[in-house]
């Protein structure tokens, strides 16, 4: 296990091309951190960086307190898992996951004895003897994710290892790697676009956007209190609804805002400071969003489409405000067509506020409201 901490880390390509901007990130040992965010966001890059395959521009990388920043590959002791498995295709998977060690002239007692464990840790003992060729999507991970077990790595990063596979495929990796995590107790840093998998192997995400970080937090932090717009949206499937508004009054305990419906919420936000007459957008998840009658209603809105998942039913209706159809989500079977005219209520204790450059506004929570 090892602490990774990055300090301004920076990479630049050129004078004007900034990928990664200066950033502080903190890894601590045994931790399991993953980073989201959207493609070309400079997740990938962070990662190399990390590993030593991509120089470092500005700021300080340290391992358990060293600078690593000139060190190579080879030096760092990490273990990287990349996108494409990088099998040997000629080699079997024992000597798939024995190539670096015997490249570091270890014993090859000591050798056997590392490979055999790896393959017992991942269920590859069966394998040992197949080629690549002869392998599953699944398997093939496996022995890729071995052959950086087998190095005893102190670190071990993951590059959108999952993304190959097939959803059912997928699955099952993710239970996989969450129970590698929990035997080896390894300190790994994942990177990944699918919030899915951050959601469910993560102790933190960290959410990276054009090369800077956002937040950082817990999966249900970042769900339950998002930092600002892109967060919000990005993290849950289907995304955070989003309705334009206008700040009517605002103070340290309540905010009132007026939807362009003419339609008065007065939500637990703490407005003060905040000028009247601001615009806002007023956030609130799928599966808060209630179907009410229409004269009691905060929106009206028209059904588009209709989803019929089984398990939950989701609702894609339109309310004429913004440029996006609201999404409803419901864990039950709603006999609904489209076309038809609903009635929308928007819970005050499960929306969001956000500014008009994108910051969500402090949520009061009720413990530190006053007594009516």
Request: some cysteine; aromatic content about 4%; overall charge negative.
């Given at each position: 296990m090892a602490q990774l901490v990055l300090d301004k880390i920076q990479k630049r390509y050129g004078a004007a091309s900034e990928v990664i901007k200066p950033l502080d990130l903190e890894v601590n040992s045994g931790e399991f951190v993953v980073v989201v965010g959207p493609s070309g966001c400079g997740k990938s890059t962070l990662l190399r960086m990390v590993a030593g395959l991509e120089e470092i521009s500005g700021g300080e990388m340290r391992i358990?307190?060293?600078?690593?920043?000139?060190?190579?590959?080879?030096?760092?002791?990490?273990?990287?898992?990349?996108?494409?498995?990088?099998?040997?295709?000629?080699?079997?998977?024992?000597?798939?996951?024995?190539?670096?060690?015997?490249?570091?002239?270890?014993?090859?007692?000591?050798?056997?004895?590392?490979?055999?464990?790896?393959?017992?840790?991942?269920?590859?003992?069966?394998?040992?003897?197949?080629?690549?060729?002869?392998?599953?999507?699944?398997?093939?991970?496996?022995?890729?994710?071995?052959?950086?077990?087998?190095?005893?790595?102190?670190?071990?990063?993951f590059d959108e290892p999952l993304s190959n596979l097939d959803a059912s495929l997928r699955v099952q990796m993710r239970m996989e790697i969450a129970a590698l995590h929990k035997r080896i107790n390894a300190t790994i840093l994942y990177v990944t676009h699918d919030q899915v998998e951050a959601m469910t192997l993560a102790d933190r995400i960290v959410v990276l956007n054009q090369g800077q970080i956002e937040q950082v937090g817990t999966p249900l932090d970042l769900y339950d209190r998002p930092a600002n717009v892109f967060v919000a949206q990005f993290i849950g499937s289907p995304k955070m609804n989003l309705i334009p508004g206008?700040?009517?009054?605002?103070?340290?305990?309540?905010?009132?805002?007026?939807?362009?419906?003419?339609?008065?919420?007065?939500?637990?936000?703490?407005?003060?400071?905040?000028?009247?007459?601001?615009?806002?957008?007023?956030?609130?998840?799928?599966?808060?969003?209630?179907?009410?009658?229409?004269?009691?209603?905060?929106?009206?809105?028209?059904?588009?489409?209709?989803?019929?998942?089984?398990?939950?039913?989701?609702?894609?209706?339109?309310?004429g405000y913004g440029s996006e159809p609201l999404v409803m989500r419901h864990t039950f079977r709603l006999e609904i067509k489209a076309d038809r005219r609903i009635g929308l209520r928007l819970p005050p204790e499960n929306c969001y506020l956000f500014n008009s450059d994108g910051r969500a506004f402090v949520r009061i929570s009720p413990s530190s409201q006053p007594s009516p």
């Open positions: 358990d307190g060293v600078c690593v920043n000139d060190d190579s590959p080879s030096e760092r002791g990490i273990g990287m898992v990349f996108q494409s498995y990088a099998l040997y295709p000629h080699m079997t998977v024992y000597q798939n996951m024995a190539f670096a060690l015997e490249m570091a002239k270890l014993p090859v007692k000591t050798i056997d004895e590392k490979v055999r464990e790896s393959a017992r840790i991942l269920q590859l003992e069966h394998l040992l003897d197949r080629r690549p060729k002869d392998l599953s999507g699944g398997q093939r991970q496996r022995v890729a994710i071995g052959r950086a077990i087998v190095r005893e790595p102190s670190l071990f990063l206008v700040l009517v009054s605002g103070n340290a305990q309540r905010t009132d805002v007026m939807l362009e419906n003419r339609q008065l919420i007065s939500l637990p936000m703490n407005g003060a400071g905040v000028p009247e007459g601001q615009a806002v957008r007023l956030g609130i998840r799928p599966e808060h969003v209630q179907i009410t009658e229409l004269a009691q209603a905060d929106i009206e809105a028209e059904v588009l489409f209709v989803e019929q998942m089984g398990n939950e039913t989701l609702l894609y209706v339109n309310s």
